[in-house]
């Protein structure tokens, strides 16, 4: 059964720095994209970020170019995004996502929360 795990949230300040983990299981993680979304409280969930499995495939939404970065360590099948210089309006539940040619898996969330 797949299985994707998030960890690394967490309270900071504005201005600070977290690191988000993606762990999965049960899936080939190595042949696909990992993407990571985020919800807000009272707001629709929103794309982030997209992880290829291609070197160096990387894409982020507009606000968040220049403070957040997605890797991915397919040795440990788990995807990662730094993200630094944390704004009050990154506040939101992060959930990583990976998707086949048929279904579509969804981590559990991790909570960031950023204090101004």
């Not at 993407?35 to 794309?47: I, L, S, T, V």
């Not at 220049?66 to 309006?89: C, H, I, V, W």
């Not at 539940?93 to 950023?114: E, M, P």
């Amino acid at each position: 059964q797949v299985q994707l795990v998030e960890s690394g949230g967490g309270l900071v300040q504005s201005g600070g720095s977290l690191r988000l983990s993606c762990a999965v299981s049960g899936f080939p993680f190595s042949d696909f994209a990992m993407n990571w979304f985020r919800q807000a409280p009272g707001k629709e969930r929103e794309w982030v970020a997209l992880i290829s499995n291609r070197a160096g495939d990387r894409r982020y939404r507009d606000s968040v170019k220049g403070r957040f970065t997605g890797s991915r360590d397919d040795s440990k099948n788990t995807a990662y995004l730094q993200m630094d210089n944390l704004k009050p309006e990154d506040t939101a539940t992060y959930y990583c996502n990976i998707r086949d040619f048929s279904r579509s898996y969804w981590g559990q969330g991790t909570q960031v929360i950023v204090s101004p």
